[in-house]
């Protein structure tokens, strides 16, 4: 029995969310996904440091500037992604539900099939993203269906 899942569903109230959570969770698990993003909080001070780190994971930067936005459906990307927030802030949810708030010198880790949604944006936040290989942005970053990962996501209109 496939089970189909509302691409918006992380909009919606946290009970609904919870539930819906669990659904996509248990089977991402079962098709063998990555589970593991990773926030570092106050990791960076400088540009300088941001650019050093990057030199470490071989990551391609790029910059990326989010203006106010609705919260994201939960999905996952089909690369290793690394992110510093420069100005502004957010947060992230992760595979559990678990909510990472973001802001000036953090940095996160979203492995390629990691299961996550990022937050509403209510100010202007920019961010230093560093991807394994260099590529258009839009297309690296096409929101996958943890259920289906040939399925591209949407975003909610604002």
């Known amino acids: 029995m496939r089970v ?6 992380i909009v919606f109230g946290a009970e609904t969310r919870d539930c819906r959570y ?8 079962k098709r063998g996904f990555s589970m593991g993003m990773k926030v570092y909080k106050n990791y ?6 941001v650019l050093d780190d990057m030199k470490q994971t071989g990551h391609w930067p790029t910059t990326y500037v989010s203006e106010p936005s609705p919260e994201l459906p939960l999905h996952q990307h089909n690369l290793d992604v690394t992110g510093y927030v420069m100005s502004g802030g957010t947060y992230v949810l992760d595979e559990h539900g678990q ?9 996160l880790e979203i492995p390629r099939g990691s299961v996550h949604a990022e937050g509403a944006v209510t100010e202007t936040t920019t961010y230093i993203v560093g991807t394994e290989y260099p590529g258009q942005f839009y ?15 949407f975003p909610p209109e604002s």
């Open 99 to 107: 909510r990472y708030d973001l802001e000036p010198g953090d940095k």
């Open 44 to 49: 960076f001070s400088t540009l300088t440091d």
């Open 22 to 29: 669990n659904l996509v969770l248990s089977s991402a698990k």
């Open 139 to 153: 297309q690296q970053f096409l929101m996958r269906d943890p259920n289906d990962p040939e399925k591209i996501l």
């Open 4 to 9: 189909r899942v509302d691409a918006y569903f």
